[in-house]
Every structure is written in structure tokens, then in C-alpha cells.
């Protein structure tokens, strides 16, 4: 990761220097640490890839026991996904879904990654008792594909799983305020019942991390 890090600052340098040297320690630490992942899920649990057209059509059912939430008309969150996928700077845009031995997914995620970088999430959503099996298959997804970490916006309803993993980091990156005179709206703030972050703020768009200036 640390070597990650400093590539995207001087490419050369890094990936010249730091790389192989990543690449031996984390060879090395492997065999003395436990394995990243730590599985939460039921074996009748499944992980998938999915397109951006599945994840669109399910995403606002895992999201309808929010107080506060985005009202997508028809076509309006297939058009926002597609303006996120032309994002460079972290990577192609991969989608992923949790399902239960029925077959009906409980959770999804969107992510930004390519090998030996670092995964950066968009959205990651699930319902109660099935934010685990998700967060798991977010990592399985990530570690498959070669990216070194995995980084993002967490909400309060993520923190109880995210506490039942090791190497893990906490930072914080900004907040939002939020004005109301509606009394519901205030309240559902308060409680943390609202939908907000990720397809919900800006960092789904190129001027959150693109470098405009190269070509």
C-alpha cells in the first residue's frame, strides 16, 4: 500500500524502487500474518460480478429504509453510473452483488481498481444482516483483481462490521452540514438515517480525482 501511495505521486520512482521491495515484504508478512480477508458469511452466501445496469436496478430497494434518500427517476441512475466510469484516475468502475442461497441479491458494490493499486470504493450497500457477507465480498473482489488495499467513505450503519477486521485504518477526509426547518429532515440527520456519500456526493465525478493537466 505504502508503495501504491507513492507511486501516484512519482510514478517513475515508485514503481522503479518501491515495488519490488512491496511486493517481498508483503511475500514475507503473508506467511507470519493471518490471511486480510476474514470471512463473516454464510457458506449458502455468494459473491458475483454484475454489470452497472443490474446494480442500478437494485441499489434503490437496499437503500428504502433510509429516512432520507434519493428519488432516481427512470434512466437517471444508469446516466449517473455511466458519468462515473469515466473516471481515470483509480481504474475501470467494477460492480459486484451478494446473494443468499435463493439467488436475491442482499447487497452490491461499486469500486474503482486495476492490479497493484489501490481500490477505491464508490458505494458499498446491504441491509442489516447482510453488511458482512457484502464487506466480504467487496475484499474477495479487490484481492482478486490485484489491488493492494481498498479505500472510501464508511456510514455509520458500515462501523460495526469494518471494527471485526484487522489492518485497518481510520481517517477523516471532511464532513457535510446539513440545514433544514423541516423538523423530520433535522431529526433523520441527527439519527444518521440518511443516504449520503458516494453516488450521493461527488466522488463519482472526474473532478474529484482526475489530474485534467496531463494528457
Partial sequence: MAAALLQSKWPGLARLALGPCGRA???LAGRRL????????????????????????????????????????????PRLLALAAEKQADGPLHFGGTYDEAGKMVGCHAFYGQAGGIA????????????????????????????VGITGQTQS??????????????????????RSRITEVAEAVRAGDIFIGGLTGDRWTRLSSDDFGRV
Wanted: glycine share 8%; net charge positive; with cysteine.
Fill in 25 to 27: 515484504f508483503d511475500a
Fill in 34 to 77: 493471518e490471511p486480510p480477508v476474514q470471512p463473516s458469511s454464510s457458506r449458502r452466501i455468494h459473491h458475483e460480478r454484475i454489470d452497472a445496469a443490474r446494480f442500478a436496478e437494485r441499489l434503490p430497494a437496499l437503500i428504502s429504509d433510509y429516512a432520507l434518500r434519493p428519488s432516481w427517476k427512470d434512466g437517471e441512475l
Fill in 120 to 147: 477505491n470504493l464508490l458505494q458499498i450497500q446491504a441491509p442489516g444482516p447482510h453488511w458482512g457477507a457484502t464487506l466480504d465480498g467487496l475484499i474477495a473482489a479487490a484481492r482478486e483483481m490485484g489491488c
Fill in 157 to 178: 450503519r458500515f462501523l460495526p462490521h469494518l471494527f471485526g477486521y484487522n489492518r485497518l485504518f481510520f481517517r477523516y477526509a471532511g464532513g457535510t452540514m446539513v
